[in-house]
């Protein structure tokens, strides 16, 4: 009896336990971008479009590159539930060569960052 009490009670604890996939915070249409080639000198800019597909207001909290030749641009005021927004990114393209930069976007309340990359060759 004891023991399947204790068994009972184990698979009771699993499943109030059992983590569910919590709810995407938000959807980027694309998540990478490619230029291709680029002229030496000429900055390019490409717009990652995203939705807020949650219940709450969202909150990008920052958005960092990891160099000073990518400058990413967010909105600074909460996206509605449902509602769309962009982060704007460009690349100075003064080193010719390959590159992929990322961009490190943080939301409020959401411990993993989501990254948006970018990718071409200066010419």
């Not at 184990?10 to 230029?35: R, T």
């Not at 390019?44 to 030749?69: H, Q, R, S, W, Y």
């Not at 982060?87 to 411990?111: H, M, Q, S």
């Amino acid at each position: 009896m004891r023991n399947l009490f204790l068994t009972a009670l184990c698979f009771l604890s699993l499943s109030v336990f059992a983590q569910q996939k919590p709810a995407e915070a938000v959807k980027f249409d694309l998540a990478e971008h490619a230029f291709g080639k680029v002229p030496k000198g000429k900055p390019v800019t490409f717009e990652f479009k995203f939705t807020n597909p949650g219940n709450k207001p969202l909150i990008i909290e920052d958005a960092t590159a990891e160099c000073g030749c990518t400058k990413p641009e967010y909105p600074q005021q909460p996206i509605m539930p449902g509602k769309t927004g962009k982060i704007k990114v460009t690349y100075d393209a003064k080193e010719p060569g390959a590159f992929t930069k990322k961009v490190t976007v943080r939301l409020v309340n959401v411990a993993e960052p989501k990254i948006l990359t970018i990718t071409g060759e200066v010419i």
